[in-house]
């Protein structure tokens, strides 16, 4: 497998510099992946392509996936609104081409107001899938249009909520260019799942394994509460079988990334330094 990060490096290519990546290279990833936001991608030019793109090639690095950043729901019932979102995802694409990017990552979003991965009702109507599979289905095309693979980042608490769900939903849209992104983490709903996760992280595999392209290593904390809480943690710091997780992905993707995302950059050093560790000792070769 391969091992990179989202991190260190700013979501606008325009503002990343040789320093911000040299922190990368002296952990000895081989990609720094970032979001870019959907107000900055229409500014970009060929000269800033171009620019970033030295960058990479002096340092040796690769972008993994690049991120397309916006607010809107891709199953809003307003058509309008999907519209808008649509004409961003399709620059994003664009860009990512540019940029040489090995995917291009996208989010559902969600019909509650208050934030893209946050729950609500309206988003699990049937109708809402339907609309979801449509706006995919465009993406798609422009996808396979640029020749560009689009992965989709799943969460338990959104309309892709399930290991099922994900399949249903790439088998529908029935394009090569769509896949999800292997975010295992993102897919324990219980307690029980979460202390027998072998046999969760087989499940998640066995499903959507197929159907992945790129990966996010991270682990589980139980967190304390009344209610359940199920956080993220840095590699090898949780309850997870993140052992189980890496060799998964090495028969899936020998050659497939995964990527140390959603930790602050004092914690990545050490994150990437676990990785390693239970990698080697899961008999799994990161080159």
Same mark, same amino acid.
């Given at each position: 497998?391969?091992?990179?990060?989202?991190?260190?490096?700013?979501?606008?290519?325009?503002?990343?510099?040789?320093?911000?990546?040299?922190?990368?290279?002296?952990?000895?990833?081989?990609?720094?992946?970032?979001?870019?936001?959907?107000? /900055?991608?229409?500014?970009?030019?060929?000269?800033?392509?171009?620019?970033?793109?030295?960058?990479?090639?002096?340092?040796?690095?690769?972008?993994?996936?690049?991120?397309?950043?916006?607010?809107?729901?891709?199953?809003?019932?307003?058509?309008?609104?999907?519209?808008?979102?649509?004409?961003?995802?399709?620059?994003?694409?664009?860009?990512? /081409?540019?940029?040489?990017?090995?995917?291009?990552?996208?989010?559902?979003?969600?019909?509650?107001?208050?934030?893209?991965?946050?729950?609500? $009702?309206?988003?699990?109507?049937?109708?809402?899938?339907?609309?979801?599979?449509?706006?995919?289905?465009?993406?798609?095309?422009?996808?396979?249009?640029?020749?560009?693979?689009?992965?989709?980042?799943?969460?338990?608490?959104?309309?892709?909520?399930?290991?099922?769900?994900?399949?249903?939903?790439?088998?529908? /849209?029935?394009?090569?260019?769509?896949?999800?992104?292997?975010?295992?983490?993102?897919?324990?709903?219980?307690?029980?799942?979460?202390?027998?996760?072998?046999?969760?992280?087989?499940?998640?595999?066995?499903?959507?394994?197929?159907?992945?392209?790129?990966?996010?290593?991270?682990?589980?904390?139980?967190?304390?509460?009344?209610?359940?809480?199920?956080?993220?943690?840095?590699?090898?710091?949780?309850?997870?079988?993140?052992?189980?997780?890496?060799?998964?992905?090495?028969?899936?993707? $020998?050659?497939?990334?995964?990527?140390?995302?959603?930790?602050?950059?004092?914690?990545?050093?050490?994150?990437?330094?676990?990785?390693?560790?239970?990698?080697?000792?899961?008999?799994?070769?990161?080159?």
């Amino acid at each position: 497998m391969r091992l990179g990060l989202v991190g260190f490096a700013p979501g606008d290519p325009r503002a990343i510099t040789a320093e911000q990546l040299d922190r990368a290279c002296a952990l000895d990833v081989t990609s720094v992946c970032y979001h870019g936001p959907g107000d /900055v991608l229409f500014d970009l030019t060929k000269a800033d392509y171009e620019r970033v793109n030295n960058l990479y090639d002096e340092k040796g690095l690769e972008l993994a996936q690049f991120g397309v950043g916006y607010s809107e729901c891709l199953f809003d019932p307003d058509k309008d609104t999907r519209a808008h979102v649509l004409r961003t995802i399709h620059r994003g694409i664009e860009v990512g /081409v540019a940029l040489r990017a090995g995917c291009v990552l996208i989010r559902t979003g969600s019909l509650n107001p208050t934030g893209s991965y946050n729950p609500s $009702p309206e988003n699990h109507k049937t109708e809402r899938l339907e609309t979801l599979v449509d706006t995919l289905r465009r993406v798609a095309d422009k996808a396979e249009k640029e020749g560009m693979t689009i992965v989709v980042e799943t969460h338990v608490l959104t309309i892709m909520g399930s290991p099922e769900i994900n399949q249903q939903v790439i088998e529908a /849209v029935g394009s090569v260019r769509m896949r999800v992104v292997m975010d295992y983490v993102n897919h324990f709903q219980s307690l029980e799942q979460v202390y027998n996760s072998t046999d969760r992280l087989n499940h998640i595999f066995d499903i959507m394994g197929p159907i992945s392209t790129v990966g996010h290593v991270k682990d589980i904390k139980m967190s304390p509460g009344l209610v359940l809480h199920i956080d993220e943690e840095v590699p090898g710091a949780g309850v997870l079988d993140v052992a189980t997780a890496l060799q998964r992905w090495e028969q899936h993707h $020998p050659e497939g990334y995964m990527l140390v995302e959603h930790l602050p950059e004092e914690k990545i050093p050490n994150a990437v330094h676990n990785v390693r560790k239970i990698a080697q000792d899961a008999g799994v070769k990161i080159h």
